[in-house]
């Protein structure tokens, strides 16, 4: 598989339509199909003898191709495709580099710290698929390296871990993958803008664009973004995962993220801004928070060395409140004050609160979750940018004291 991933910088022709028809913003196409004035031509992009014709919505779609070129832009990517959610692009990622090679199975190494939904894909599906899967802790290089195997394809991280917003060296990662034609995949979800994996040594980037990049919790969506001949192969009519397990993404959807996309850096810099304010008056209280931007991180040095000043560290903050009761108790009374909503997901404009280990990390079992760290009594904040800071504040302290009382 070619390597080449990253390159500096789109041409403004890349992402922008000029001339007569050229709006300052795409227009919605919603054609399903095509036309051809030659079946000739409809023939040869079938082959894939012909470039540049819209064929099928399946394959390729105008609205979900400018996402696409706007999301490998902000990744710094040779390309990028939308689909339907973050695990189709999790799914069809891994289903694609694990068939490129022509074998069936093959051994995919994980961080032990993903996604709930991540963790049940690696652990129940892969294996029956022929692919064996093992978890470990992905901050630890040896640990790494002692998980390889001849055939394993695929190391697999996330920037900032969900839940527990653990940092991986991907320089140090990408260069044990490359001694041995391993491809590093990452989730970006928790840190866009933030860090570009590509140009650390990532493969291949995946994004639940359901997340930050929508912003507005209303829509369910994914991105894939590398080399142009990994998207091209996405979407292969005879070996396309995305073209044929089918989860394509919806042009108005495409067409919703890109226009959104124009104000991801301003809100990324608002969740940071309000993350770290909060989390620096928790520390300063001397209660358990975790946040990437506190200098009491462990991997805060690492993550200052490859994050983008400009958007801080993210809007995810976790508070181990020692038991569940009392995670509980806390999120109740936070929600009837305003500081905000009880909700799995983020990168909403307001502040959603969940439960980790009984929500979107109960799929790790109990066992696992302790031997890594994943305390039932986490809180998961993703800090929404709505409010004046001192206000959240002081809801947030008489919230705490309350159930502290
Ligand atoms: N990756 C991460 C880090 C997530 O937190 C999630 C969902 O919470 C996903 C992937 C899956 O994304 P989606 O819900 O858009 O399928």
Redesign the pocket.
């Known amino acids: 598989m070619e390597t080449t991933r990253s390159r500096p910088e789109q041409s403004i022709r890349d992402i922008q339509h000029f001339g007569e028809e050229g709006g300052v913003v795409p227009v919605i196409d919603v054609a399903a199909t095509s036309t051809f004035l030659d079946p000739a031509d409809m023939e040869r992009t079938f082959q894939g003898e012909m470039q540049g014709c819209y064929l099928y919505s399946r394959h390729s779609n105008p609205t979900v191709n400018f996402f696409g070129k706007k999301l490998a832009a902000m990744e710094g990517a040779t390309a990028a495709l939308g689909v339907a959610?973050?695990?189709a692009a999790?799914t069809c990622t891994i289903d694609q580099i694990f068939r490129s090679n022509g074998k069936v199975g093959g051994h995919l190494v994980s961080s032990n710290t993903v996604?709930g939904?991540?963790y049940a894909l690696f652990k129940n599906i892969l294996p029956t698929r022929g692919i064996a899967v093992d978890f470990v802790e992905a901050t630890d290089l040896a640990a790494v390296e002692k998980a390889f195997r001849p055939e394993t394809r695929v190391l697999y991280v996330?920037t900032l871990s969900?839940p527990l917003l653990s940092a991986v060296d991907l320089r140090a990662l990408s260069a044990l993958c490359r001694k041995r034609k391993i491809l590093l995949v990452v989730?970006n979800?928790?840190a866009p803008l933030i860090v570009r994996p590509l140009e650390l040594g990532a493969d291949v980037v995946v994004h639940?664009c359901?997340k930050f990049i929508s912003g507005a919790s209303d829509l369910?969506?994914?991105a894939i973004a590398g080399s142009e001949e990994f998207i091209a192969s996405l979407i292969d009519v005879n070996h396309g995962s995305v073209m044929l397990n089918g989860p394509v993404m919806d042009p108005r959807v495409a067409h919703e993220l890109y226009l959104r996309m124009d104000h991801l850096p301003i809100r990324m810099q608002a969740h940071a801004r309000m993350a770290d304010f909060l989390a620096r008056r928790m520390a300063e209280m001397k209660l358990p928070v975790i946040y990437p931007g506190l200098e009491s991180h462990r991997q805060h040095k690492l993550l200052k060395g490859t994050a983008n000043p400009e958007y801080g560290f993210g809007g995810i903050l976790t508070l181990d409140c020692g038991t569940s009761e009392r995670a509980r108790d806390l999120a109740t009374k936070l929600q009837d004050d305003k500081f905000g909503l009880y909700a799995v997901?983020l990168g909403f404009s307001r502040t959603l609160m969940s439960c980790s280990a009984k929500s979107?990390s109960s799929e790790i079992p109990e066992d696992e979750q302790k031997a890594i760290g994943l305390s039932p009594g986490l809180l998961r904040f993703s800090i929404g940018y709505i409010g004046d800071a001192e206000t959240m504040w002081n809801r947030f302290l008489k919230c705490w004291k309350a159930v502290s009382a």
């Open positions: 959610s973050g695990m999790i996604y939904g991540t996330e969900n989730d979800t928790f639940s359901t369910i969506a994914g997901s979107t």
